[in-house]
């Protein structure tokens, strides 16, 4: 097989998320929200414990109360924990790996979803300061 024919392989390459389009303005945010009653538009944080940027918005989110969930790609026992070294007040969940990457394909993101469960807003972020004024221009 040549370069040429290698290069053309990665190129045919298609994203299944694409396919999938689940993560899409307008659509039905596709995960049960454990015991929590979506009453208002909510701020959910797609945050992976692999990722360096997420791992230091961690601190910075605590700010933040009942409005906002935050959802990771570790085990219970981790979200646990940094719930109680952060003292959040916001409801923390946990997805498997190949679950959580199937959802997101960059991280963090943010996804605003309204009291039907239907997702307004979604975008990638890089710093804390992106997560304020996503909450902010949220309310």
Request: hydrophobic content about 40%.
């Amino acid at each position: 097989m040549s370069i040429k024919s290698i290069k053309q392989m990665f190129m045919n390459h298609r994203d299944i998320r694409e396919e999938m389009d689940i993560l899409k303005i307008g659509n039905v945010f596709p995960l049960f929200l454990e015991n929590y009653e979506l009453s208002r538009n909510t701020v959910v944080c797609f945050a992976s414990l692999y990722c360096k940027i997420c791992i230091d918005l961690l601190p910075g989110i605590s700010k933040f109360n009942q409005d906002f969930v935050l959802i990771t790609d570790g085990t219970q026992s981790d979200n646990e924990e940094i719930i109680k070294e952060f003292e959040y007040s916001f409801p923390v969940m946990s997805l498997n790996y190949d679950s959580f990457h199937d959802l997101v394909a960059l991280t963090p993101s943010l996804i605003l979803i309204d009291s039907n469960g239907i997702i307004q807003k979604i975008k990638e972020i890089d710093e804390i300061g992106e997560v304020s004024s996503f909450v902010e221009e949220s309310r």
